[in-house]
């Protein structure tokens, strides 16, 4: 399982249609890596969690997801990937 988000979004709180989203450090982890770092996590996840437009769109990149998949908690998109 591979969480990430965009370091601006730790320790805030996402909400759409009642659901709400915590993103703190115990799920996405206190380490900043970096882009290449993500893209190589991504690249051989069996999941993922994904948060926030950079993040979002390292997936959207490497073909992993599509915009249409992505659920916007305001004006944050979140992605989800599940290999089997």
């Known amino acids: 399982m591979v969480a990430v988000c965009d370091r601006e979004l ?5 909400y759409r249609e009642g659901v709400e989203i915590r993103i703190r450090g115990e ?3 206190d380490r900043t890596a970096s882009a290449d770092e993500v893209r ?11 948060v926030g ?3 979002v769109a390292l997936a959207l990149e490497m073909g992993l ?8 908690l305001g004006d944050v998109p979140h ?4 290999r089997v």
């Open 27 to 29: 799920f996405y982890g």
């Open 40 to 50: 190589s996590a991504l690249a051989t996840a069996g999941n993922a969690n994904l």
């Open 79 to 82: 992605a989800q990937i599940f």
């Open 65 to 72: 997801i599509t915009r249409s998949s992505c659920l916007m």
């Open 10 to 14: 730790m320790n805030t709180t996402l």
């Open 53 to 55: 437009e950079r993040t």
